[in-house]
Nanobody, 120 residues
Framework: QVQLVESGEGLVQAGGSLRLSCAAS????????MGWYRQAPGKQRQLVAA???????NYVDSVKGRFTISRDNAKNTQYLQMNSLKPEDTAVYYC??????????????WGQGTQVTVSS
């Protein structure tokens, strides 16, 4: 079994900052790509940021220059630092990890979701 546990939800004012964390645990052999998705009411879930094991990153255009994704491979943990938040960033944020478990089976795993609300 592999589990992803998120933390860092909150209500912030526009222009503020928030940091989300996502820790993976269980029968992990290797984690390849990790990332963050978000889903606003009535919208499709979209990829916000992703990071490879080697540290290469990509971001959706709307968050470039404001959000930073990072990871600590020793702790199997990823982070999303969100600065200059806008009301449009309000959504439930889900972390994701591409995991190869100890049985060498690949799977995609999801965190439980955390609410980020940005007030104007």
């Amino acid at each position: 079994q592999v589990q992803l546990v998120e933390s860092g939800e909150g209500l912030v004012q526009a222009g503020g900052s928030l940091r989300l964390s996502c820790a993976a645990s269980g029968r992990i052999f290797r984690i390849n790509t990790m990332g963050w998705y978000r889903q606003a009411p009535g919208k499709q879930r979209q990829l916000v940021a992703a990071i490879t094991r080697g540290g290469s990153t990509n971001y959706v255009d709307s968050v470039k220059g404001r959000f930073t994704i990072s990871r600590d491979n020793a702790k199997n943990t990823q982070y999303l630092q969100m600065n200059s938040l806008k009301p449009e960033d309000t959504a439930v944020y889900y972390c994701n990890a591409e995991v190869v478990d100890v049985g060498l089976t690949r799977g995609d795993y999801w965190g439980q979701g955390t609410q980020v609300t940005v007030s104007s």
